[in-house]
């Protein structure tokens, strides 16, 4: 954290591509924490939460559901810290492949609440 202006400034002169990468991660985690928090459903009694052991789904209480807010706020945020820090320890490559599986974790995430939601 202490190094964190002086990566960015680094990230902004040499590779902005990875800067942009930056920039979607947090705008898809922006939009699936705005999505999974308008998907709540406090007035259901049950909700499905979750897949079972043997493909079915899981019933739940709806406020096991903001996991899923919490989830999307952990990716935008502190996986682009995570991203700075791979930066300065292993280069712009390493640092453009975690945030593409952190877009894919994402779009993983956005097909599962989508599911849920559409269940209950």
């Known amino acids: 954290m202490k190094h964190f202006k002086e990566d960015l ?38 909700v499905k939460i979750g897949y079972g052991d043997i493909g079915g789904y899981r ?13 999307a706020l952990l990716f935008g945020i502190l996986h682009n810290i995570l991203a700075l820090k791979i930066y300065r320890e292993r280069g712009a490559g390493m640092m453009k492949f975690f945030l593409v ?10 097909i599962v609440v989508v599911r849920l939601s559409n269940e209950g």
Do not use: E
């Open 9 to 46: 400034k680094s990230l902004y002169k040499n590779d902005r591509g990875g800067l942009v990468l930056m920039a979607v991660v947090f705008l898809c985690s922006l939009g699936l924490f705005i999505f999974s928090m308008t998907r709540l459903n406090p007035n259901s009694a049950l």
């Open 59 to 71: 019933d739940g209480s709806w406020d096991s559901m903001f996991v899923f807010p919490v989830l």
């Open 101 to 110: 599986m952190t877009i894919l974790l994402m779009i993983w995430t956005l």
